[in-house]
């Protein structure tokens, strides 16, 4: 009987680990941490939470930066960012989750990103199986260190809000430092997102738009309106930028194809004062569209030389 007993029980803890993260002996710390998220609820979260999925890679990448382990992860985080989550199981696309392997993998807690319309779906999922969730958002490099601060208390890693945290702010700060007002309010800056059939130009919610503003740099966009609603390139020629800086979304090539097709093609484009004086940028996908997280510190660097050489 003892044996029979004692093979039900292996069993059903086998059981449990495919299906799972693992039985109760898994479940990390019974104490929770308690704290506001981007969307301003209140959350209590497991401290040292065992079976965590990320639904961006982004947030994926500061989990990691704070010493957790990940159970489920997006496509991107694989696919773009390349990260190393070991393995973690895929349960969808960043913007469309798979609510039912989320649910499969019983997370003890689970990330979600505050700017993606899925994600409250998916939230309403979790709410009502009482899984323990949270939004986050990062526009900015306090958005940054206050996720990277809530992940850190959650691993108990201090050691890496110093290493992942402190470090980068300092080095923001060097750059800061450097910054002449003066200068930067004469600098004349159009930023627009480009895809594959369109662009756009963005006057703020956006990492870039807050880095040029600490510059003190004009945003155009935030000062002309009508940029943001029918951006043409009569209007570019008309305002004559300075710099212009192109965040590219989706298919790099495709989106490169659309603008030399629509404005690099026109003389008219190689006369304004950006691209003759060769400030005509591409800012890299690894620090301007996905979240530069440790590198913030690359970003405010990258973007202080092209806009004060």
């Not at 004692?6 to 308690?34: F, H, R, V």
């Not at 979790?126 to 526009?139: D, M, N, R, T, V």
Request: proline residues 4%; negative net charge.
């Amino acid at each position: 009987m003892r044996r029979i007993v004692a093979w039900t029980l292996c069993l059903t803890l086998l059981l449990l680990t495919a299906a799972g993260c693992g039985g109760p002996a898994d479940t990390g710390g019974t104490e929770g941490i308690a704290f506001t998220d981007a969307a301003g609820r209140t959350v209590t979260a497991p401290s040292h939470p065992q079976c965590v999925a990320a639904l961006s890679a982004s947030f994926a990448q500061v989990w990691l930066l704070a010493g957790g382990t990940l159970a489920g992860v997006t496509q991107d985080a694989v696919e773009e960012l390349q990260l190393p989550v070991g393995d973690a199981q895929i349960v969808g696309s960043v913007k469309t989750p798979d609510s039912e392997r989320i649910l499969a993998l019983d997370p003890d807690f689970v990330i979600l990103s505050a700017d993606i319309a899925g994600h409250r779906d998916i939230a309403r999922v979790l709410e009502s199986g009482g899984i323990p969730h949270a939004f986050f958002k990062e526009e900015s490099l306090s958005d940054y260190l206050q996720t990277l601060r809530i992940f850190t208390d959650l691993t108990g890693r201090d050691d890496l809000y110093a290493e992942n945290g402190t470090a980068v702010a300092a080095q923001v700060s060097a750059v800061l430092d450097r910054v002449d007002p003066a200068v930067g309010g004469e600098i004349r800056v159009l930023f627009v997102r480009a895809r594959s059939q369109g662009v756009s130009a963005k006057a703020r919610d956006h990492m870039v738009c807050t880095i040029l503003e600490e510059f003190g740099c004009v945003n155009i966009a935030a000062r002309e309106e009508s940029l943001l609603e029918n951006l043409s390139l009569e209007q570019i020629i008309a305002q004559d930028p300075d710099v212009i800086l192109v965040s590219v979304m989706g298919d790099e090539a495709a989106a490169r194809a659309y603008l030399q097709a629509e404005w690099e093609s026109n003389p008219a484009f190689s006369g304004l004062t950006a691209v003759r004086e060769g400030r005509y940028f591409f800012l890299p996908k690894r620090l301007y569209h996905y979240k530069p997280n440790a590198a913030w510190g690359e970003a405010y660097e990258t973007l202080y030389e092209m806009l004060f050489p």
